[in-house]
């Protein structure tokens, strides 16, 4: 069965895509018989970056762990079905499944019914379909993503989460959270609950102040990153060390030296939130993480075979000023090591800052190519990011689609080495060149 249209007669009940409020979906949590009371212990996660990343690790240390795990993400790459992980049955092997179109279908016809009309958001209202699906399906745990914010988000009506886990907070989504890092710092620390244990990726000074007088407020445990738990790459290392002790792992699978400070934040969350039984579950969540979507390499599929031959292709949807500082990063890591001539196809949305996310990619990339970003509203016109991305003193021209300037690339920019392309800037154009490329995320 196809989700598809439900979705869509869902996504038509409130005339806003965004409006913060816990009101509406309290109200559809009652006539549900409140399934967030009913869930496996949560781990819940919010931040500006990094939160996708520390969701996936924990998934693959509970899952190496011999733990039932369900996952909640947004947004999506390809299809709707991948913000919903659900544990695998009792004595399967294996780790848990994305939601089949099937139990996605029922579980969404209940609740829509259950709201009988009335307005709610799309996200509200899948996320109540989600945590039906998680109070009903065995687990041992759940690792909880927020969608925008965390005060106000859909994911903050659970109560008393195992851990609250905060990762690196910047400046994003400033006409949602406010337009100061203090006002969104203070949106994200919402998720704290009385006494359940933070553990906060090392932020800036002025953030961590905030996390630290609100966790204090709140009598909960702060395990902050810097202080009360460090990490480091060492020697081609991850070296890790709390109050329990230090820890030698493997380096993240995922690229990008921002990756290290992630794994620290997933493995002192998974060590305050005392759920691994074997030490050696922490090196799973290192080597078997898998995070489609932010430095994705992609070796197979109709991508490379638009791109000049032998090209060295990545994703990645990081879409602020701060993610565009990971990526320059990893980008000139990966330079150093393996250097090729660097292009950047792009695309960004109104809400975001795309003179803050090019200006880390100066002096690195020969030629940016804008593009459009497909299945949104709000996106920047390609002529208009060419120009910011001018203006932050990169060479760059709008083109029409993502295959266009593939084309491009191989007729107009030949190099020897081939060239490294990063289609970047949005995670609706990386979504998009996933289901061109024929390789979705599963």
Same mark, same amino acid.
């Given at each position: 069965?196809?989700?598809?249209?439900?979705?869509?007669?869902?996504?038509? @009940?409130?005339?806003?895509?965004?409006?913060?409020?816990?009101?509406?979906?309290?109200?559809?949590?009652?006539?549900?018989?409140?399934?967030?009371?009913? @869930?496996?212990?949560?781990?819940?996660?919010?931040?500006?970056?990094?939160?996708?990343?520390?969701?996936? *690790?924990?998934?693959? *240390?509970?899952?190496?762990?011999?733990?039932?795990?369900?996952?909640?993400?947004?947004?999506?790459?390809?299809?709707?079905?991948?913000?919903?992980?659900?544990?695998?049955?009792?004595?399967?092997?294996?780790?848990?499944?994305?939601? =089949?179109?099937?139990?996605?279908?029922?579980?969404?016809?209940?609740?829509?019914?259950?709201?009988?009309? +009335?307005?709610?958001?799309?996200?509200?209202?899948?996320?109540?379909?989600?945590?039906?699906?998680?109070?009903?399906? $065995?687990?041992?745990?759940?690792?909880?993503?927020?969608?925008?914010?965390?005060?106000?988000?859909?994911?903050?009506?659970?109560?008393?989460?195992?851990?609250?886990?905060? &990762?690196?907070?910047?400046? %994003?989504?400033?006409?949602?959270?406010?337009?100061?890092?203090?006002?969104?710092?203070?949106?994200? &620390?919402?998720?704290?609950?009385?006494?359940?244990?933070?553990?906060?990726?090392?932020?800036? +000074?002025?953030?961590?102040?905030?996390?630290?007088? +609100?966790?204090?407020?709140?009598?909960?445990?702060?395990?902050?990153?810097? /202080?009360?738990?460090?990490?480091?790459? #060492?020697?081609?290392?991850?070296?890790?060390?709390?109050?329990?002790?230090?820890?030698?792992?493997?380096?993240?699978?995922?690229?990008?030296?921002?990756?290290?400070?992630?794994?620290?934040?997933?493995?002192?969350?998974?060590?305050?939130?005392?759920?691994?039984?074997?030490? =050696? =579950?922490?090196?799973?969540? *290192?080597?078997?993480?898998?995070?489609?979507?932010? /430095?994705?390499?992609?070796?197979?599929?109709?991508?490379?075979?638009?791109?000049?031959?032998?090209?060295?292709?990545?994703? %990645?949807?990081?879409?602020?000023? %701060?993610?565009?500082?990971?990526?320059?990063?990893?980008?000139?890591?990966? #330079?150093?090591?393996?250097?090729? $001539?660097?292009?950047?196809?792009?695309? *960004?949305?109104?809400?975001?800052?795309?003179?803050?996310?090019?200006?880390?990619?100066?002096?690195?990339?020969?030629?940016?190519?804008?593009?459009?970003?497909?299945?949104?509203?709000?996106?920047?016109?390609?002529?208009? @990011?060419? +120009?910011?991305?001018?203006?932050?003193?990169?060479?760059? #021209?709008?083109?029409?689609?993502?295959?266009?300037?593939?084309?491009?690339?191989?007729?107009?920019?030949?190099?020897?080495?081939?060239?490294?392309?990063?289609?970047?800037?949005?995670?609706?154009?990386?979504?998009?060149?996933?289901?061109?490329?024929?390789?979705?995320?599963?």
């Amino acid at each position: 069965m196809d989700a598809g249209p439900i979705l869509e007669r869902l996504n038509a @009940l409130h005339p806003k895509r965004i409006d913060l409020s816990l009101g509406r979906l309290e109200r559809l949590l009652e006539r549900l018989d409140h399934p967030e009371k009913r @869930l496996p212990p949560v781990i819940h996660i919010a931040g500006t970056n990094g939160k996708g990343s520390v969701t996936a *690790m924990l998934r693959a *240390m509970l899952e190496a762990d011999g733990k039932r795990a369900h996952v909640y993400i947004s947004p999506h790459l390809v299809a709707f079905n991948e913000r919903i992980r659900l544990a695998a049955p009792a004595g399967e092997e294996g780790g848990g499944r994305l939601v =089949s179109d099937a139990a996605l279908s029922e579980v969404l016809e209940r609740v829509e019914a259950a709201n009988a009309g +009335e307005p709610i958001t799309f996200f509200e209202i899948t996320t109540a379909a989600a945590f039906v699906l998680f109070a009903e399906t $065995p687990a041992d745990a759940v690792v909880l993503e927020t969608g925008l914010g965390g005060r106000l988000d859909a994911t903050n009506v659970v109560e008393k989460p195992l851990a609250a886990v905060l &990762t690196s907070i910047g400046i %994003d989504h400033i006409g949602f959270l406010g337009p100061t890092l203090g006002e969104i710092t203070m949106e994200k &620390t919402g998720i704290i609950k009385r006494g359940v244990p933070v553990v906060s990726a090392p932020q800036k +000074e002025a953030v961590a102040a905030i996390i630290e007088r +609100e966790a204090g407020r709140r009598r909960a445990p702060l395990h902050l990153g810097g /202080m009360d738990w460090t990490v480091s790459a #060492e020697n081609g290392r991850l070296v890790f060390q709390d109050e329990g002790g230090l820890v030698d792992l493997p380096l993240p699978r995922l690229a990008g030296r921002h990756q290290v400070v992630n794994a620290g934040t997933a493995i002192a969350a998974a060590r305050v939130a005392g759920v691994l039984d074997h030490p =050696s =579950s922490l090196e799973a969540g *290192m080597t078997e993480v898998d995070w489609p979507g932010r /430095m994705h390499r992609i070796t197979k599929g109709r991508l490379l075979d638009w791109a000049s031959p032998d090209a060295d292709l990545w994703l %990645d949807g990081g879409h602020n000023a %701060d993610a565009g500082e990971a990526v320059a990063a990893a980008l000139a890591d990966l #330079e150093d090591r393996v250097p090729r $001539p660097l292009f950047l196809i792009c695309g *960004m949305l109104t809400t975001k800052d795309p003179a803050g996310y090019f200006r880390h990619f100066a002096g690195l990339v020969r030629h940016v190519f804008t593009v459009d970003v497909p299945m949104s509203d709000s996106a920047i016109a390609p002529a208009a @990011l060419a +120009e910011a991305a001018s203006e932050a003193g990169l060479s760059a #021209e709008p083109v029409t689609s993502l295959r266009t300037a593939l084309r491009l690339l191989t007729e107009n920019w030949r190099y020897e080495p081939p060239p490294r392309i990063v289609i970047c800037g949005s995670l609706y154009l990386v979504g998009d060149a996933l289901a061109q490329n024929g390789t979705p995320p599963v």
